[in-house]
Nanobody, 115 residues
Framework: QVRLVESGGDLVQAGGSLKLSCDALDSFSGINVLGWYRQAPGKQRELVASVTIGGTTNYAESVKGRFTISRTANKRRIFLQMNTLKPEDTAKYYC?????????WGQGTQVTVSS
């Protein structure tokens, strides 16, 4: 089991920035994709950004050019730098570590963007 803890969520005005962090509290193996998902009320959880162990990144179209995912060299922390935030970015953001046999989630951190 890998415990993931997100932080950094806040209330911010449109156009502002936030940086989310996710800490993996336990050592792990067999994980090859680290990612951020979000879920707004009444909507399905969606992928925001991901990074592979090798460093390949992937972004949702709605956040390209505004969000940047990064990770530490030991993969124990990942970050999501969010710039030019929009009200539609309002959601609970979840950290995810996954591999062929594993799928770990954090409890989420709330991001609210006011117009």
């Amino acid at each position: 089991q890998v415990r993931l803890v997100e932080s950094g969520g806040d209330l911010v005005q449109a156009g502002g920035s936030l940086k989310l962090s996710c800490d993996a509290l336990d050592s792990f193996s067999g994980i090859n994709v680290l990612g951020w998902y979000r879920q707004a009320p009444g909507k399905q959880r969606e992928l925001v950004a991901s990074v592979t162990i090798g460093g390949t990144t992937n972004y949702a179209e709605s956040v390209k050019g505004r969000f940047t995912i990064s990770r530490t060299a030991n993969k124990r922390r990942i970050f999501l730098q969010m710039n030019t935030l929009k009200p539609e970015d309002t959601a609970k953001y979840y950290c995810n570590y996954r591999g062929p046999r594993y799928d770990y989630w954090g409890q989420g951190t709330q991001v609210t963007v006011s117009s």
